[in-house]
């Protein structure tokens, strides 16, 4: 009761000072809410800015994973165009052939399951036509010499396999994460109208150039795949192709970088879409098949500001980072 018989006591305020008093309080908070949000606004922008050099970096270190793989498959079509099919050495070779496979109850010649080692030698499979000439046994047993050693050292990279695929039909393949591979390829499995071996013919590659597939789904693996591939030859003759596969599932791991992963601030890779606007990977699994991309995302397929390799773009409320992929034809999101 003392309080308010106090505060009866005190004069009265005119009503223009409280109007007053109130406008600059108001002011006040006003410009200090303007401040914070340019602030906000400020470290918003820079943080982008340091995830855009963040994935500008990351796409640049995995475009040239892409270079090297192009440069490991044409060494790898000069080593198979390389191998000699006559003489002592093949005749040896030749007759080591039997060592490596044999006739499995369809019909097909695969790896022996005693001596086959996924994580250490390239398998073999052949339809049953493919195994008759002396020629063809002398060129399998030293091309899974070859295939063996040099899946050994690109499978540590981005790349998960080495493999040969000849114009007989045949396939030699080193992958470790598919140890069962050869005993699953069906005796009728013909990869030779596939854009694994077509890309690679004169026809269509007269200059023998390292060539990115569109994703493919190889039903003996099980697995969405994107190949590098290149032509060998035989006597001066185009005699197949050779390849390393990049399977859809590992594409945003490699994206962002393993050492990264952990310590990302704001950068999240949403999806892998083709250029026509097919989903590649959505999250961290291969999309559905025929998934395209959600129309309220259109905008990430234009052409990029000035040719940039990686760009911000916002849609509604979300920051996105947009780096193109051009050896595969797609856009990564983050």
Known sequence: MRILSRLSRLPALPVQALLLGGAVLAMGALSSWQLQRHLSEQLMQQALSAEQLQVQADVAQFNEALSEAERSVVRLSALMSDINTTGPQARQAAARFDQLVRRDADGAWRSRVETFQPGQSAGLWLPASAAGTEVSRAFFAQ????????????????LENTWV????????????????????????????STDWVQLT???????????????????????????????????????GSVGHDLPLRDLLRWLIRLDQQTDRLTA???????????????????????????????????????????????LGADHLLVARLPRLNAIAVY
């Open 143 to 158: 091309a899974q010499t070859t295939v063996s050693l040099f899946g050994l050292g690109v499978s540590s990279g981005i």
């Open 165 to 192: 695929l000849p114009l007989s039909g045949v396939e030699l393949i080193f992958w470790p994460a598919k140890p069962t591979f050869i005993r699953d390829a069906p005796a009728d499995l013909d990869y030779r």
């Open 201 to 239: 013919a004169p026809a269509l590659n007269p200059a023998g150039t390292p060539r990115w597939t569109r994703p493919t789904y190889d039903p003996a693996a099980r697995e969405w795949l994107i190949s590098v591939v290149a032509p060998f030859r035989q006597s001066g003759q185009w005699a």
């Open 268 to 314: 999240r890779a949403l999806y892998v879409v083709s250029a026509d606007g097919h989903l590649l990977v959505q999250g961290a699994s291969t999309a559905r098949e025929g998934a395209r991309l959600p129309a309220s995302h259109r905008r990430v397929l234009a052409p990029p500001p000035g040719q940039a390799e990686v760009f911000s773009l916002e």
